[in-house]
């Protein structure tokens, strides 16, 4: 009588093992193993090895399950529409005349040309002041006190550079 061995691990397959053969050559620790193996894959995003029915599939890729709330969580906050980053819960943004949020600095910024509506009057313009609490108030509001000069609502309230204000205001007047 021959004695068989695993090719994997090499360790005697008992005589009385009549699937040794039908499990190609493997003791049935080692072909267990190898089956419960070849059922798993790799993470697209982290790489760590997931079983196929435990992986999470989303366009096309195989992830586990936390890298698949990561990217259903990251997927679920918006973009600016100005600077294309994402914008957290934390940060200030102000809505567009078109809808589309984007971060309260974006819009404030000289090179950014964007058309918001104006709190008090509801018209829409690309000459405008925002104040700490977030209200928009276009510059011929705020040149004729239509915010009421509350300083609750924070249109009216102490400005930092007047000169400067009234110069930018005056700008905006003439603009339009």
């Known amino acids: 009588m021959s004695s068989s061995y695993c090719l994997t691990c090499g360790s005697m ?21 190898k089956t419960s193996e070849v059922a798993m894959s790799s993470c697209s995003r982290c790489g760590t090895r997931v079983r196929q029915e435990e992986a999470r599939r989303k366009g096309g890729s195989l992830y586990c399950n936390y890298c698949f709330n990561e990217l259903e969580r990251l997927e679920s906050i918006p973009v600016c529409s100005l600077c294309r980053k994402k914008m957290e819960s934390w940060q200030k943004t102000v809505k567009l005349s078109n809808g589309k949020k984007v971060h309260t600095d974006c819009a404030t910024a000289p090179s950014a040309r964007v058309k918001v509506f104006c709190t008090f009057c509801g018209k829409e ?52």
Do not use: Q
């Not at 609750?152 to 007047?173: Q, T």
């Open 13 to 33: 397959v008992d005589e009385w093992d009549s699937a040794y053969y039908a499990r190609n050559m493997l003791c049935i620790p080692c072909y267990g193993r």
């Open 125 to 176: 313009t690309d000459y405008f002041r925002i104040s700490p609490s977030g209200v928009i108030v276009c510059f011929k509001c705020d040149k004729s006190g239509a915010s009421g000069g509350s300083a609750e609502k924070g249109a009216g309230a102490p400005h930092d550079h007047p000169l400067l204000e009234s110069l930018v205001g005056k700008i905006g007047a003439m603009l339009g």
